[in-house]
């Protein structure tokens, strides 16, 4: 039998703050647990860093990173690079999770195990109804890195229904600091 695969689910926020306690609580409370939650706070001020401070700085499955602003890319960078598990998956601020969107990613990875990205479909709740894909086809998008390369058009979801296996992650994500500056909200 395969190893349970574990996850570390890396929230960024900046100036979010009615939003991203929402967020953690939907990552802490999915019936598949992630091993390690990694918030980074992206130099806010509206008081989200004291307010997280406060209500996570003691969690033992959450790891509070207190940055400057340098952007979201360089904040999923600081993130990835503070994850042990062996996969890590984004949540953004402002979005949650179904209690059962950790499980069933754990579900495709066990049953792929060659499989090193998976990103999934999304709902919108507010204003916006409807969901991100019409298509709910599970398929094989091999050549998704190879076209989004090519055409320089991004070919997946957005960052709340990504994960990756970490090493990936870490290679995609060792980017020089001087890009984060052209990279701010990308």
Known sequence: ??????????????NYCQYVCDAIESA???????????????????????????????HPRVQ???????????????GAQACTADAICFLDADDHWDSDYLEQLASAYALHPEVEFVHTNLKFVG????????????????????????????????TSAISMRSSLCRRILDLPAEIFVDWRVR
Request: net charge neutral.
């Open 64 to 78: 509070l990173l207190l940055e400057k602003n340098q952007g979201q890319l360089s904040a999923f960078c600081k």
């Open 1 to 14: 039998a395969a190893t349970p695969i574990s996850f570390c689910v890396v929230v960024t926020s900046y």
């Open 127 to 158: 204003k916006k109804q409807g969901t991100y894909f019409h298509d709910f086809t599970d398929r094989d998008q091999g050549y998704s890195m190879l076209l989004t390369y090519h055409t320089m058009a991004w070919i997946g979801s957005p």
């Open 28 to 58: 802490l409370k999915q019936q598949y647990p992630p091993a390690q939650v990694v918030i980074v706070d992206d130099g806010s001020t509206d008081g989200s860093a004291e307010m997280l401070r406060q209500r996570y700085g003691q």
